[in-house]
Nanobody, 124 residues
């Protein structure tokens, strides 16, 4: 059974930072590209960032580019998303996802496994 478990969300003031973690089990983590998505009520889920299975390539949405950094440790089956200079519009539930592709993709349909999400709330 594949599990992706996110943690690290919480309440933070604008301008602050958070580091989200996602620990995977039940899959060959090193053979999956990983992605972070987010969703707010009433809106579609949107791509935030993704990283290739060996970590050599990463992609960011325009909304977080320059403020976020994705990384992974295949020995720990973990992917992280460091978010800096947080803004109120970053408030959302953040989801970790795993794709059997080598390279990351922004297409959520290409992700086979999803975590339960972690809430990030940024106050102004």
């Amino acid at each position: 059974q594949v599990r992706l478990v996110e943690s690290g969300g919480g309440l933070v003031q604008a301008g602050g930072s958070l580091r989200l973690s996602c620990v995977a089990s039940g899959l060959t983590f090193s053979q999956h590209a990983m992605g972070w998505f987010r969703q707010t009520p009433g809106k579609e889920r949107e791509f935030v960032s993704g990283i290739s299975w060996k970590g050599g390539d990463s992609v960011y949405s325009d909304s977080v580019k320059g403020r976020a950094a994705i990384s992974r440790d295949n020995a720990k089956d973990t992917v992280w998303l460091q978010m800096n200079n947080l803004r109120p519009d970053d408030t959302a539930v953040y989801y970790c996802a795993a794709s059997p592709l080598v390279r990351t993709t922004q297409n959520e349909a290409r992700y086979a496994y999803w975590g339960q999400g972690t809430q990030v709330t940024v106050s102004s």
